[in-house]
């Protein structure tokens, strides 16, 4: 889906992007897709921006103040391939390479967008005709043929799986960046504390050559030079332990600080996404994201990462005290390291796959409870209780199968490292016994380079070890990526425009819609006047609902503008014209908390008097009056203890609150009974008054006071005009008006054969 977004006041564009951009436009000039890269030449992470204007290709590195622009002639052309996992996309002219941006798949969508578009105005340059896209044979994202009578692509409805890579940790250090200091203290306490543990070995070199050979040779202990050794040891392990305890303090709060920093920026990012990300995500697995894997990031950061850095610096440490004790000695130490280091290589990616699959299957433990505790009630009005129980079973087995079929890959690794190392630990013996009768070397040295190789060998050991928790991270990293990657498809405009004064004129120029590769709204033109009323009519699936959510501005239209008097609503910041509009749902949602928090939710600053005023309008103020603690009275998670119609008016006093110009009622009747319907029809009247209105009604009889019905079908308007004028008509609206009366009738002839 692409944007046509305008210029503002100043000449700058409006754009879809993770960063802010500031692109000056010609007059008339118009951005059709706009997109972030996120690889620098060298395949680091770097973010690029890639706008495509009808008039030229431009580009900016990140960082960087200057655009790169290439104007759109017929010389031009884009070349698209990708090679494992890393996007490529070229621009070249008649006979030269002109650009080069690379990408990681996360991008291969968007980009897949921008070069059909670009091909496009290319091909019309060629021809001198833009050619329309083909919407029911092939695919306009990914150009993949569409199946017959389907606007549904097969290609793009899969959602991009792209295996998880240990550099994806790097990417934390954004996260990291505002602790650096305290990092730096950090590593510097580890280098100290490092140092101070390889003191103790070293001293029992003369504690064995100078003290203890000697007195077996007859000659008396220097119980001075006993005293200053034993002391050097007691020294250095006091100054390792204070050390350790300062360095894994100072650590622990600088990760559980990044940890906190990843939930809030992750959940924050969720709330600025549009609704489409969320059709296509369950609950229970954006919590498990924001929860239990900023959670394992955390225990990496603040115990294994912090483990790795100490035994990387005392494998280096002890491999060049090894070496200055003695270089022959040292080497055959180094004997089991090609095996482990080539087991770490074939584990690692078994590990790294087989760990981002088991957060992909404990996500489905979590979203069986996410689905069955809030929909409880269902479960056992049908006495499903059985049913939920074997689908939490099943999910919770297919977790523990995924997790043993890991284990034996795991259990097998580290006991084989553990193995080689004590077969190093046996060569250094034999060829140290060697040494010493040869007398190459002392009794002491070879007890020194023993204790060393011990020190060596358990680090490397440990590091085979993190191997998995960094695998685990590196899994739960990438899922958190994949939620901050996501761009928002109703972006902020850089500059917005202030709108003080809102009439509530609602123009829809020329607009489509879809969701995908499915085409739902198609050349929708409608003009609604400040203070009308309009019904939306239609059959299930007409757009009726879409249609809504585009004058929201859930999604952004795909085609065409949606103009509030006069000025385009992408040039609005969201949450400004967001609060222009009050929301009147079939379902209302009430969250856990008192009635009066639930009805000023839109207006968290609202007085009493406002509150009781707004419940007042919504006829609501009386049944609050009669609940235990009125209007201080607990609401149970989403609504619990209250009616349909309870509910409903109280999302209707919800609306009335915030005084919005613009109101929009979604079948706000349609699921109470005929005598409810009458006190929510009074609380309606009220909160109609005086403000542009857009009513879908699943009974055509209570949209009879509207200035003038649409009628919609297969996502285009067929039919406008009054009620009168329309049944007159006897077209669309008439049909579907006939069609509910004999339904009505049949079913009052059904009511009355019961009866009797």
């Avoid at 097969?154 to 998880?164: A, D, F, G, H, M």
């Avoid at 100290?192 to 070995?201: F, H, M, S």
């Avoid at 085979?464 to 902020?492: M, W």
Wanted: charged fraction near 20%.
């Amino acid at each position: 889906m692409h944007h046509h977004h305008p210029a503002d006041a100043s000449g700058h564009l409006v754009v879809q992007d993770k960063t802010s951009v500031d692109l000056p436009l010609a007059c008339g000039e118009n951005v059709l897709v706009s997109l972030s890269v996120d690889l620098d030449h060298q395949l680091r992470f770097a973010a690029s921006q890639l706008v495509l204007t009808d008039q030229r290709l431009v580009s900016r590195v990140s960082g960087q103040t200057d655009w790169q622009s290439w104007p759109l002639s017929s010389a031009l052309s884009l070349h698209h391939h990708d090679h494992a996992g890393v996007g490529t996309l070229e621009l070249h002219s008649a006979d030269t390479r002109l650009a080069l941006w690379h990408f990681t798949l996360d991008t291969q969508m968007q980009v897949l967008r921008l070069v059909e578009q670009f091909d496009r105005h290319i091909l019309a340059l060629r021809t001198g005709e833009l050619q329309p896209e083909d919407d029911s044979a092939q695919c306009p994202t990914c150009k993949a043929q569409l199946p017959p009578d389907s606007d549904e692509c097969p290609v793009c409805s899969r959602e991009l799986q792209t295996p998880p890579s240990t550099w994806v940790l790097l990417r934390l250090w954004r996260f990291a960046k505002p602790y650096q200091g305290k990092l730096l203290a950090g590593f510097l306490l580890t280098l100290a504390a490092t140092a101070a543990t390889l003191v103790p070995p070293y001293l029992t070199m003369p504690l064995m050559d100078e003290v203890l050979i000697p007195f077996q040779n007859g000659q008396a202990i220097d119980t001075t030079k006993v005293a200053w050794l034993l002391g050097g040891l007691l020294a250095s392990a006091l100054f390792a332990w204070s050390l350790g305890w300062a360095r894994t303090y100072l650590l622990a709060l600088v990760s559980e600080r990044i940890g906190a920093d990843l939930r809030t920026t992750t959940f924050e990012h969720l709330l600025r996404l549009s609704l489409d990300y969320y059709g296509s995500k369950r609950t229970g697995d954006l919590m498990n994201r924001v929860g239990s894997e900023t959670d394992r990031i955390n225990v990496f950061l603040s115990l294994h990462a912090l483990d790795f850095a100490t035994d990387v610096l005392m494998i280096a440490m002890t491999a060049a005290i090894l070496v200055s004790i003695n270089p022959w000695l040292a080497l055959v130490t180094l004997v089991p390291l090609p095996f482990i280091a080539w087991l770490i290589h074939v584990v690692r990616d078994r590990l790294r796959t087989g760990f981002e699959k088991i957060d992909r299957v404990w996500s489905e433990v979590t979203n069986v409870l996410a689905d069955t505790i809030p929909g409880i009630r269902v479960v056992k009005a049908f006495a499903q209780e059985k049913r939920e129980a074997d689908r939490f079973r099943a999910a919770n087995q297919y977790n523990l199968q995924v997790n043993d079929k890991l284990n034996k890959t795991w259990s097998l690794f580290s006991p084989t490292v553990s193995l080689l190392t004590e077969i190093g630990l046996l060569v250094v013996w034999g060829f140290g016994i060697w040494l010493v009768a040869h007398h190459s070397i002392t009794v002491g040295v070879l007890t020194a380079f023993i204790a060393y190789i011990g020190r060596f060998y358990g680090r490397l050991d440990s590091m085979s070890r993190i191997v998995s928790v960094t695998q685990k991270a590196a899994a739960g990293a990438k899922r958190i990526f994949d939620i901050l990657d996501h761009v928002s498809n109703v972006p902020d405009p850089v500059n917005p425009v202030k709108m003080p004064m809102v009439k509530g004129g609602i123009s829809l120029d020329n607009i489509g819609f879809r969701y995908g590769s499915r085409s739902v709204i198609r050349g929708v033109s409608l003009e609604i006047h400040p203070g009308e009323m309009i019904g939306l009519v239609g059959h299930s699936g007409s757009g009726k609902s879409t249609l809504v959510n585009l004058i929201c501005r859930f999604h952004d239209v795909s085609d065409g503008a949606i103009s509030i008097d006069g000025t385009d609503i992408r040039r609005i910041a969201v949450a400004d014209y967001r609060r222009n509009i009050g929301l009147v749902l079939q379902e209302p949602f009430l969250f856990f908390g008192t009635i009066a928090e639930n009805i000023a939710y839109g207006k968290p600053d609202a007085t009493r008097e406002e509150i009781v005023a707004a419940a007042r309008a919504a006829h609501a103020h009386e049944f609050i009056l009669r609940l235990p603690q009125g209007y201080d009275s607990l609401v149970g998670e989403r609504g619990q203890g209250l009616s349909g119609g309870e509910r409903q008016r109280i999302s209707i006093a919800r609306a009335l609150l915030i005084d919005p110009r613009i109101l929009i009622m979604d079948e706000a009747t349609s699921a109470v009974d005929t005598e409810t319907e009458k006190e929510i029809q009074k609380a309606l009247d009220n909160l109609v008054q005086g403000r542009t209105t857009i009513a879908i009604a699943h009974r055509l009889s209570t949209l009879r006071k509207a200035d003038r019905l649409v009628v919609m079908d297969k996502g285009k308007i067929v039919e406008v005009g009054p009620h009168d004028e329309l049944m007159a008509r006897q077209g669309a609206y008439w049909r579907l008006y006939m069609a509910q009366q004999r339904k009505a009738e049949q079913d009052a002839l059904i009511d009355a054969e019961t009866a009797h």
